[in-house]
């Protein structure tokens, strides 16, 4: 481990020097590419320097212990030993978790789509109320928030909705939010107090930019049509909406919030080609597109990661084993528990399956 942080700090030096450099700071792409390095590279630099610092401490200590003469003196020696054994100890966990292999979307926004499953309109009921829990967790954390589009369902819910979390660590903070979510309380349109058992999917797409998908044209069939809100009801007498199928994978994704046709196709074109970068990465780890078949699944209440349930106040990880009894904060975007106990699970597993640096 000593010889990668060594030469970490190495490139880290030359980073620095990159940074300075005019031509990088002029070409916007290699900018963007040298800073999240650094960005990377600076807490792992900054934890083996402060590990050598506390190296240099225990051997200067040990040195004076055996000068010293009995009494107070030692004890004080043997106190700066102890502490600085200690922090080398802390030290050197902190190394080990800031060495694992990095993901490789870190750094990237995040493309985030929801659906109403089974259970009709309610469903689409809780699929809004998931998009709302979302969208307030992001404001608390300070992520940037974009509506990319929506589809209305009947009773003001949705039958899908897509939206764009940007910030360094949107993607650590939402990526193991996709899959199944199951909803466990009594809808609206419930007479006889009933519960009931419903769910939405969510799906967590990095954001990928045009240099990371590379779309010909050709391949491309793009329809428009005229938007339409809830219940078939046009909302607009032009041609705006934008349908865009990709037909070497059969990818479709539709468009219709904004009032313009090219605005429409624009936002169309980075879902597609965050789906596009997903299915890529994931045949390049040997899983075909079962990450994403997992992450949707078939949307069936039996097939969950989470469940809701509103007569309990309770909130159930089935992934990590983990149940909350605050729904109603959860619901106001107070979710830090459960990703901080996804994100130390990750690294847990990590680290016990020792994955070479």
């Known amino acids: 481990m000593l010889e990668r942080l060594e030469g970490l700090e190495r490139e880290y030096e030359g980073v620095l020097i990159q940074l300075?450099?005019?031509?990088?700071?002029?070409?916007?792409?290699?900018l963007r590419e040298v800073s999240r390095r650094h960005r990377d590279l600076e807490?792992?630099?900054?934890a083996f320097r402060e590990y050598r610092a506390a190296e240099e401490d225990l051997s200067a200590a040990r040195e004076m212990l055996a000068e010293a003469a009995a009494g107070e003196e030692r004890d004080m020696i043997r106190h700066e030993i102890d502490t600085a054994e200690a922090r080398m100890a802390e030290l050197d966990e902190r190394l080990k978790v800031l060495l694992l292999?990095?993901?490789?979307?870190?750094?990237?926004?995040?493309?985030?789509?929801?659906?109403?499953?089974?259970?009709?309109?309610?469903?689409?009921l809780f699929a809004r109320d998931l998009f709302e829990m979302y969208s307030r967790y992001a404001e608390r954390k300070g992520f940037g928030f974009e509506i990319l589009g929506s589809d209305?369902?009947?009773?003001?819910?949705?039958?899908?909705?897509?939206?764009?979390?940007?910030?360094?660590?949107?993607?650590?903070?939402?990526?193991?939010?996709?899959?199944p979510h199951r909803v466990q309380r009594v809808p609206v349109t419930e007479s006889q107090g009933r519960v009931h058992t419903s769910s939405a999917t969510v799906t967590v797409l990095p954001e990928a930019e045009e240099v990371d998908v590379h779309i010909e044209e050709k391949d491309?069939?793009?329809?428009?049509?005229?938007?339409?809100?809830?219940?078939?009801?046009?909302?607009?007498?032009?041609?705006?909406?934008?349908?865009?199928?990709?037909?070497?994978?059969?990818?479709?994704?539709?468009?219709?919030d904004e009032k313009s046709q090219i605005q429409n196709r624009a936002k169309a074109m980075q879902v597609l080609r965050a789906r596009l970068l997903k299915a890529e990465q994931d045949r390049h780890a040997a899983e075909a597109s079962s990450a994403r078949r997992s992450q949707v699944g078939g949307g069936g209440r039996s097939e969950k990661i989470r469940t809701y349930n509103y007569k309990e106040n309770r909130v159930t990880d089935h992934r990590i084993g983990l149940t909350l009894y605050k729904l109603d904060k959860i619901m106001l975007g107070e979710i830090d528990e459960i990703v901080d106990a996804?994100?130390?699970?990750?690294r847990a597993r990590q680290l016990a399956a020792e994955v070479p640096v």
Do not use: C
Not at 43 to 46: L, N, Q, W
Not at 224 to 251: E, F
């Open 152 to 179: 209305p369902s009947d009773m003001g819910g949705f039958n899908q909705i897509t939206f764009m979390v940007k910030g360094d660590n949107a993607w650590s903070h939402f990526k193991a939010e996709g899959g």
């Open 220 to 256: 491309l069939k793009i329809d428009v049509y005229r938007s339409t809100g809830p219940g078939g009801q046009s909302v607009n007498t032009t041609d705006s909406a934008v349908r865009i199928t990709h037909l070497p994978t059969g990818i479709v994704v539709a468009m219709q």
């Open 20 to 30: 300075s450099d005019p031509e990088v700071v002029g070409d916007q792409r290699r």
């Open 101 to 124: 292999p990095k993901d490789p979307n870190d750094g990237k926004n995040v493309i985030v789509e929801i659906r109403g499953a089974e259970g009709g309109e309610e469903a689409n």
């Open 342 to 346: 996804l994100m130390a699970d990750e």
């Open 43 to 46: 807490p792992v630099v900054t």
